[in-house]
């Protein structure tokens, strides 16, 4: 998880952590956790934040996976 690429992302489209969490309907405690690696994304939330971001496949994996998630399996 690269949590800076991630809260990078968030601000340039005006979300924090509050209102990150108020989109995906869950709580701002719950979200830091997963930003912070604590606990695991859901497919569903990576989902919803690559659609509401529009990220690219090779964003969502540098953002959830540090981009080197495919490399390991070649």
């Known amino acids: 998880m690269n ?4 809260k ?3 601000v340039l489209n005006g ?7 108020s989109k995906l309907e869950m ?3 719950t979200l830091s ?3 912070d690696g604590i606990n695991d994304f859901k497919l569903s ?3 919803k934040i690559c ?3 529009e990220l690219t496949e090779k964003e969502m994996l540098q953002v ?3 981009g080197g998630f495919f490399d390991e399996c070649a």
């Open 33 to 35: 956790l997963k930003i």
């Open 3 to 6: 949590t800076n690429l991630l």
């Open 45 to 47: 939330e990576v989902k």
């Open 8 to 10: 990078s992302i968030m």
């Open 64 to 66: 959830f996976f540090n």
């Open 51 to 53: 659609k509401m971001y």
């Open 27 to 29: 709580s701002r405690q």
């Open 15 to 21: 979300d924090n952590i509050k209102t990150l969490a």
